[in-house]
């Protein structure tokens, strides 16, 4: 693996030796066991595995969401363990975006509002030319004035999009994006996540247990006990439902041992 990496133009974002335990002693779960990743500017990354595999946990420390118990995470050159708690939630709020299954609008605000909050919780003057782009890029544009529970799920996941946008941050960081809609819906979305990879070459990560999803990706990466055991170029979705069914069984296996 490169060295240098976290310092290279073309790293969105980079994990070295990150670990994660929660709890202390005998009752201590060791969530992540030592990853290393590097993810580039303009892709789309997958990252898969079993329940408890510790995607989620990955997924929240990358993202600075969530302090790792040892390694490092570099967003661009930056790393986030020197980074103060006011320093990384500029960081965060400005450089990265987040879309979770539960979508996480305010009720109280209407969509233009929820896409504009990141701006103004960073007191960032809107982009006006940019945000257009967005909005029209997300089919939203005759729906700015209503509130998300006049939505479908669909169009909440899709403003929940746009939210993230907002800020054009180089990542946006994706939890289960499509756990929560349709076939038809969820497809929507991530098309509309491909487009944000291919079109302005965002970086995409993607937690996702849904092999048809990862193979909107470029690349999937398979967890398994808090390490990666599989990384490869985008198998498509019927190799990628093979590997985790593999998976799935060898666990079985062990645990039956
Ligand atoms: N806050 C927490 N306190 C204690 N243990 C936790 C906490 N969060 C996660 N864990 C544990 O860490 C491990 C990894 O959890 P994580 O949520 O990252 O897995 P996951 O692969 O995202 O699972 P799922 O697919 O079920 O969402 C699990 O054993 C989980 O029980």
């Not at 133009?9 to 670990?19: D, S, Y």
């Not at 990560?205 to 690349?219: F, G, K, L, Q």
Request: glycine fraction near 10%; include cysteine; hydrophobic fraction near 40%.
């Amino acid at each position: 693996m490169a060295v240098n990496v976290g310092r290279s133009a073309e790293t969105a974002v980079r994990v070295g030796q990150l670990t994660r335990t929660y709890g202390t002693g005998p009752q201590a779960v060791t969530a992540l066991a030592g990853v290393d990743a590097e993810f580039h500017r303009g892709t789309f990354t997958a990252v898969m595995g079993p329940s408890g595999s510790g995607k989620s946990t990955l997924l929240q420390t990358a993202a600075g969401l969530d302090r790792p118990t040892s390694g490092q995470v570099w967003i661009g050159a930056e790393e986030l363990s020197r980074l103060s708690e006011t320093k990384l939630t500029k960081l965060r709020r400005s450089r990265i975006g987040f879309v979770f299954q539960a979508f996480n609008l305010i009720g109280a605000l209407n969509v233009e509002e929820n896409i504009l909050l990141p701006l103004r919780l960073s007191g960032v003057r809107p982009d006006p030319a940019w945000l257009e782009q967005v909005i029209g890029r997300v089919g939203l544009a005759d729906r700015l004035h209503h509130r998300p529970a006049e939505l479908s799920g669909g169009q909440q996941q899709r403003v929940a999009i746009a939210r993230a946008l907002a800020t054009r941050p180089e990542v946006i960081f994706c939890d289960e994006p499509t756990g929560a809609l349709d076939t038809q819906t969820a497809s929507e979305v991530l098309s509309l996540l491909r487009s944000v990879v291919d079109e302005t070459q965002q970086t995409v990560i993607m937690v996702t247990h849904d092999p048809v999803a990862a193979s909107y990706a470029d690349r999937v990466m398979v967890l398994a006990d808090g390490r990666i055991v599989h990384d490869t170029p985008q198998p498509g979705a019927q190799r990628i439902a093979e590997q985790l069914a593999l998976l799935g069984r060898r666990q079985l296996a062990t645990q039956g041992s």
